[in-house]
């Protein structure tokens, strides 16, 4: 039988991806092959307005990216089974009566949202938001953006709000919802109900008729419209299914787990770190760790913290390269295996790094501020981000365990981390637990997996599709060091003076 073929299109925030899955079975039961057939770059576009410079995604580049996308995987696979789309969360474009997008979406590391969280909890109480949304306070979630844009011209006509997927989605098929995974990270949305919140978002002021209906991830959103079929060359009607259309929710389908002891940490410009539950936390002891109840696939919950991730390490590369100092990552990696680790370690998740900058400075004064010896060197310098980040994520874990009740055996690395072994390996010394390393595609992996079953290709529970994922794949475990785990203690304690449940 032919294999099915379904592509996935994956938006990140440095690049976008279409990838072709094919769902074949040689006998030994169904499994995935991945291919990427585009890969087109994306990142914030700074442009002056009135208020000053906005950051903002170059949302007809995306466009283009993903048709010349669809275009390459129809050209390589033949007739497509479905398309699914991911991306980053909380952004969105704002549409007109018409269903005319108002301009670009703003980019979530924009400023525009400075101050406003603090506005917002003037009228509804921090905790009260918490324990409705379940959702983590970051600066940049939609409802912060939505209440900062209060009084513009541009949301004034603005008739809906669309997710960035969701728009995408919207603009191939011509529907208009917002897929669930995606809208509870708005801080709109209801974490027990996961309905809209639409008494929340009148009390903020929030025209609620913004809010598109909602959708769970393996439904059919509809079908590519047949001008744009013609003009990817697709004959055949394409179905567009609905998947975890958060880029994060599709990595943790794709985790290769066995069993539900796993912790993860879904690593890219972001590291996510967390647990996967049936319910979510939403005691006042999680909100003040400000750990977050995003909404999985099937119902689970994305019990998880924000690790400023990668992000650091790559705007590092970039301050030195405008610089003119050498900067390949390949080599400054292997330098910084070479120097003494936990030198000198810092918050990752301090705010002064969520924007676009120059991150070794930022770094140099981090280590300043809390009495640490700046890093001398680029390689002591990634050393430190790596090392920060691994202790990060211990601390997450320990948290997230801590809070939750789970205890976990294992923490899967997903995402484009996992070709740093450096950090995986540096992840099961922090950790104290082995690391399972892979896949490097995981958002794809669970956008296709999620397809194949919406398109009965596949079949089962959570735990059934990530049987099929993990099939394929070429996973590389780390064992902790035991005579390690001393200096990471003394690490985490050097940096937040707690000890082993992570201060919880
Ligand atoms: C990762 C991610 C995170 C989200 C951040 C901003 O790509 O989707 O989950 O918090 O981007 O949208």
New binding site residues.
């Given amino acids: 039988r032919q294999p099915a073929a379904f592509a996935a299109v994956d938006l ?2 440095s690049s976008g991806r279409v990838i072709v899955g094919r769902v074949h079975d040689d006998g030994a039961g169904p499994r995935v092959g991945l291919h990427e057939v585009h890969r087109f770059p994306n990142g914030p576009v700074p442009v002056p307005g009135a208020g000053g410079t906005t950051l903002h995604w170059d949302v007809l580049a995306l466009w283009r990216g993903v048709l010349d996308g669809l275009r390459a995987a129809t050209r390589e696979a033949g007739p497509l089974a479905g398309v699914g789309i991911d ?5 969105h474009g704002l549409l007109d009566a018409d269903g005319t997008l108002l301009g670009n979406p703003v980019h ?1 590391r924009d400023g525009r949202t400075d101050g406003v969280p603090e506005r917002v909890f003037g009228v509804v109480p921090a905790a009260e938001l918490y324990a409705r949304t379940g959702l983590q306070v ?1 600066p ?1 979630n939609t409802v912060f953006q939505l209440v900062a844009a209060q009084g513009t011209a541009q949301l004034d006509a603005a008739r809906r709000a669309l997710l960035v997927p969701d728009l995408l989605g919207a603009w191939l098929t011509g529907e208009q919802v917002a897929e669930v995974t995606n809208a509870s ?1 708005t801080g709109l949305l209801d974490a027990t109900t996961r309905t809209w919140a639409t008494d929340l978002a009148r009390r903020l002021g929030v025209d609620a008729g913004l809010l598109p209906p909602l959708r769970d991830a393996g439904e059919l959103l509809g079908h590519v419209r047949p001008d744009l079929a013609e003009q990817i060359g697709h004959r055949a009607p394409l179905p567009v299914w609905t998947v975890g259309s ?3 929710a599709s990595a943790v389908v794709a985790v290769p787990a066995t069993g539900d002891d796993f912790a993860y940490v ?1 690593c ?3 590291s ?1 770190v967390g647990l996967e539950l049936p319910a979510p936390v939403l005691t006042e002891e999680s909100r003040a760790a400000n750990f977050t109840n ?1 909404a999985g696939v099937d119902g689970t919950v994305r019990y998880l913290r ?1 690790v400023m991730g990668l992000w650091v390490l790559s705007e590092s590369l970039r301050t030195w390269h405008e610089a003119g100092l050498p900067a390949e990552l390949p080599d400054l990696l292997a330098a910084a295996a070479q120097v003494p680790g936990l030198t000198t370690v810092v918050d990752v998740d301090a705010p002064d790094f969520l924007p676009p900058g120059d991150m070794p400075a930022r770094i140099a004064a981090a280590a300043a501020r809390t009495g640490q010896t700046p890093p001398r060197s680029q390689a002591e310098t990634v050393r430190c981000v790596l090392d920060s980040l691994a202790l990060a994520y211990r601390r997450a874990v320990r948290q997230a365990t801590a809070l939750s009740g789970r205890d976990v055996a294992v923490v899967h690395l997903v995402g484009g981390g996992v070709r740093n072994t450096l950090l995986c390996r540096l992840t099961a010394d922090a950790t104290g637990l082995p690391v399972v390393a892979g896949p490097v595609e995981g958002a794809a992996l669970g956008n296709v997996l999620v397809q194949a079953r919406a398109a009965g290709v596949l079949s089962g529970s959570l735990a059934d599709l990530r049987a099929v994922g993990a099939r394929g794949l070429d996973l590389v475990r780390y064992e902790p060091d035991p005579a390690a785990a001393a200096r990471w203690d003394a690490a985490e304690r050097r940096l937040w003076g707690t000890g082993d449940r992570g201060g919880v």
């Fill in positions: 990140g925030a991306s980053w969360a909380v952004d979530y970051q940049f990270t958060h880029d994060t879904s890219g410009t972001w996510l995003e924000n």
